[in-house]
C-alpha cells in the first residue's frame, strides 16, 4: 500500500534521530513546519474554485465602487473626487446667495378677521362668509324679539341701583363664572360649561348676559349712539381657522413660525384660550364705522361704550398702553362681562381684569 506524504515525513523523521538524541527537538520543529505547510496548501488547492470566485467578487466590488476611484483612476463617464472638488470650487466662486432681508414684527401691519377671510371659501368657517352683524333694531325686529328681556328705563335704572356705592365694601370669589380669567397663561378649562343664547339668527353669547347687553344698546340709542354687535360666541373651529390663516400671512412676509405665531397671538387670541369659546366676550362697532381698529376708539360710539360700558356690567378688555399685561393689542371693540360690580371697580381704577383678579380673588 502506498505511504501518504504525512506517512512518509514522520518516518523520515524516526530514521534521522535514530541513536541520535540531541537532534530530536530540531528535527521535531522542522517536522511541525513540514506537516503544517503541507496541510495548509492541500486545503487552499482542494478550494481552490470558491477562492477563486471570492477573489473575483472582491475585484469587481473594488472596480466599481465611487470610493476606489483614487486607485483605479478616471473612468469613461466618471468624474473622480478630486475633479468633483475642483468643480465645485468654481461653481461656488460663480454663485452669490440674495442678502436676507431682517423682517421685523414692529414694522408689519397687524392683521384683522377680515384680511384673512378674503380668498377663501370658507368651507372650513361652516359656510360663514361674513360675520354677522345686528344693531338693537334687527335684533327686536320680527319674530327675532327675546322675550323675558326686560330692557325698559325703569329696569335699567333699578339694576343701576344695585350696583356698590363708591367706597363700599364688596366681596368677590373666585368661582363666580362672570370673572373666569381667561387668557394664554389661563385657557378654558376643560370642565366648564354655560349656556348658549340666541342674540338673533346664528349670533350666540352666554344667556346669563343677553339682559344686560340689550339694555346697553337700548341705553347707547337713547343717547343718539347706534351700536353694532358682531362676533360675539366664536367657537374653536373658527378661532383655529382664524389663527392659522394668519401665521399663514405672516410667514408669506418673511417672518419665522415663531414670529408669525407670536404676532398672531396679539391679534387673534390663541384657540382654547379666548373669551369668544364661553360667550362673554362681544365685539361692538357702529353703523358709520365698521372696522376693527384703533380708530373705532375715537367715534362717539366707542367714546360712549368707553364712559358707559360699565354700568351695564362690560369692560374694555384689552385698553391702551396695557399690553404688556393683557398680551393683546388695544382693541377698542372688545368688551367683556364681568358684571356690574367688578365692572365699576375696574372701570373707576382703570385696571384690567388680569389686575383685578389678582387683586380681589
Known amino acids: 500500500m ?38 495548509s496548501l492541500a486545503k487552499i488547492f482542494g478550494a481552490w474554485k470558491k477562492y477563486a470566485f471570492t477573489a473575483f467578487l472582491l ?15 478616471e ?31 414692529e414694522e408689519i401691519e397687524l392683521l384683522d378677521d377680515a384680511d384673512v377671510l378674503e380668498g377663501y371659501e370658507d368651507a372650513e368657517l361652516h359656510g360663514v362668509e361674513e360675520l354677522d352683524k345686528y344693531s338693537l333694531e334687527d335684533i327686536l325686529e320680527g319674530e327675532d324679539i327675546l322675550e323675558g328681556e326686560d ?5 335699567r335704572l333699578e339694576e343701576a341701583a344695585a350696583v356698590p356705592e363708591s367706597g363700599e365694601t364688596v366681596s368677590f370669589s373666585a368661582d363666580d363664572w362672570r370673572l373666569i380669567l381667561i387668557n394664554k397663561q389661563h385657557p378654558i378649562p376643560e370642565d366648564y360649561s354655560f349656556n348658549l343664547g340666541t342674540i338673533k339668527g346664528s349670533m350666540q353669547c352666554d344667556e346669563r348676559i343677553i339682559g344686560d347687553l340689550l339694555q346697553m344698546l337700548q341705553a347707547a340709542q337713547d343717547d343718539s349712539v ?46 382654547g384660550a379666548s ?56 382693541e377698542p371693540w372688545h368688551f367683556r362681562y364681568v358684571g356690574k360690580e367688578a365692572a365699576a371697580i375696574i372701570a373707576e381704577q382703570e385696571i384690567t381684569l388680569e389686575e383685578f383678579v389678582d387683586e380681589n380673588l
Not at 59 to 73: A, E, H, K, R
Not at 77 to 105: D, N
Not at 151 to 155: L, P, T
Open 2 to 39: 502506498k505511504k501518504s506524504f504525512k506517512e512518509k515525513v514522520i518516518l523520515y523523521y524516526r530514521k534521522t534521530i535514530e541513536n541520535k538524541s540531541w537532534l530530536r527537538v530540531p528535527a521535531f520543529v522542522v517536522l511541525s513546519v513540514v506537516l503544517f505547510g503541507h496541510h
Open 59 to 73: 475585484l469587481m466590488f473594488l472596480t466599481g465602487s465611487s470610493f476606489t476611484y483614487p486607485v483605479f483612476g
Open 75 to 105: 473612468r469613461d463617464g466618471f468624474i473622480s473626487p478630486e475633479a468633483e472638488q475642483e468643480a465645485i470650487a468654481v461653481e461656488e466662486s460663480t454663485i452669490r446667495l440674495a442678502e436676507e432681508e431682517e423682517v421685523l414684527p
Open 151 to 155: 330692557i325698559s328705563e325703569e329696569s
Open 226 to 271: 347706534s351700536l353694532v354687535i358682531c362676533s360675539p360666541y366664536r367657537d374653536l373651529s373658527r378661532q383655529e381657522v382664524l389663527f392659522n390663516r394668519k401665521i399663514e400671512a405672516y410667514m408669506r412676509k418673511g417672518m419665522s413660525y415663531l414670529e408669525a405665531y407670536k404676532l398672531s397671538s396679539q391679534s387673534v387670541t390663541v384657540p
Open 275 to 330: 373669551e369668544h369659546q364661553i360667550g362673554l366676550a362681544i365685539d361692538i362697532i357702529s353703523d358709520d364705522y365698521s372696522t376693527l381698529d384703533a380708530g373705532f376708539a375715537e367715534t362717539e360710539a366707542g367714546k360712549w361704550l368707553n364712559e358707559h360700558s360699565s354700568e351695564y356690567g362690560f369692560i374694555l378688555r384689552y385698553p391702551q398702553g396695557k399690553e404688556y399685561i393683557t398680551g393683546i393689542e388695544f
